[in-house]
């Protein structure tokens, strides 16, 4: 079993940034893949980066250059810093565990999901 718990989101405005955790309890080798997806209000949830042992971090188009997504050296901490935030990132934010393999920004794919941490960006 593997909890997850998202922190750090709030109110910023655009330009501006956010770092968000999601701390890990349970069993650890299930995070050998994981994800943050968002999920704005009428939208379906996306992916928006993910990391993994072996590919490393990859993003949506839409964060490139922007987010930066981490682990600590536990792997208990999942990290998500994004800078220069623009109102088209407001969205409940989600981390995401043990995937099964198929694609990254599916998120069919993972078995383990947080409860989510709000994010809203003003113009």
């Known amino acids: 079993q593997l909890r997850l718990a998202e922190s750090g989101g709030g109110s910023v405005a655009a330009g501006g940034s956010l770092r968000l955790s999601c701390n890990v309890s349970?069993?650890?080798?299930?995070?050998?893949?994981m994800a943050w997806f968002r999920q704005a209000p009428g939208k379906e949830r996306e992916g928006v980066a993910s990391i993994d042992q072996d590919d490393g971090p990859t993003y949506a188009d839409s964060v490139l250059g922007r987010f930066a997504i981490s682990q600590d050296s536990a792997k208990k901490i999942l990290y998500l810093q994004m800078n220069n935030l623009k109102p088209e990132d407001t969205a409940m934010y989600y981390c995401a565990a043990d995937c099964t393999g198929g694609s990254w920004s599916d998120q069919y794919d993972y078995n383990y999901w947080g409860q989510g941490t709000q994010v809203t960006v003003s113009s």
């Open positions: 349970g069993y650890i080798a299930s995070t050998w893949c």
